[in-house]
Each structure stands twice: as C-alpha cells, then as structure tokens.
C-alpha cells in the first residue's frame, strides 16, 4: 500500500514562502506522476501542480510563477515551493501520486496551509 505523508504547512503573512515536502513509501516512486492539489473551506479540491516522472512540470494559472514543484527520486520526496503567498493560497494542501497525469490513484492526509493578511 502506498503511503503519502505532508509536511511543511503553518501560518504565514501574506507575501511569505512555504515548502511543502511529500514523502513517498510502498511504491517505485520514480515511475508516478506527482501533483499537489488544495481545497479551501467550503470550496471543492482543486488542482495546483504536477511533475512527471522526467520533471515535466505544470501549474494551475492561479499559482503559476509563484509556486514551483520538483521531486528528489533519491528521497521519494515531491516538494511544494510556495512564493508570494496570497490570502486566497490558504487551504488543506494535499499530495496525490498517479499512473498518468489525469488518475490520482493515491492521496495524502494533506498539510494547512494557512496566509494571513
């Protein structure tokens, strides 16, 4: 069974950076698609970014040029840079890993993520 264990969320004043970090067990990590998605209070899950097995990478326009995702195949570790935080970024950050980019087969407990104005 695959494990997805969060990690480096908090509270932040708005302009401020996080990393969040996403540790992989159970599986070839190497071979997955990675992705961070959000879910904001009241609102439904959506998505933030993603990385190939290759480093490929792809953002949602709310976050593009401010956040950066990359991946350390050595650590089974997914990362979550997170720059120029906005009050709208706060929300429960969540991991998912996949076979392909659009089945998100595996999915952690997800870290708060929380910018203060």
């Known amino acids: 069974q695959v494990q997805l264990v969060e990690s480096g969320g908090g509270l932040v004043q708005a302009g401020g950076s996080l990393r969040l970090s996403c540790a992989a067990s159970?599986?070839?990590?190497?071979?997955?698609?990675m992705a961070w998605f959000r879910q904001a209070p009241g609102k439904e899950r959506v998505f933030v970014a993603r990385?190939?097995?290759?480093?490929?990478?792809y953002y949602a326009d709310s976050v593009k040029g401010r956040f950066t995702i990359s991946r350390d195949n050595a650590k089974n570790t997914v990362y979550l840079q997170m720059n120029s935080l906005k009050p709208e970024d706060t929300a429960v950050y969540y991991c998912?890993?996949?076979?392909?980019?659009?089945?998100?087969?595996?999915w952690g407990q997800g870290t708060q993520v929380t910018v203060s104005s």
């Open positions: 159970g599986r070839t990590f190497s071979s997955y698609v």
């Open positions: 990385i190939r097995s290759g480093g490929t990478t």
């Open positions: 998912a890993s996949g076979i392909t980019s659009s089945t998100w087969s595996d």
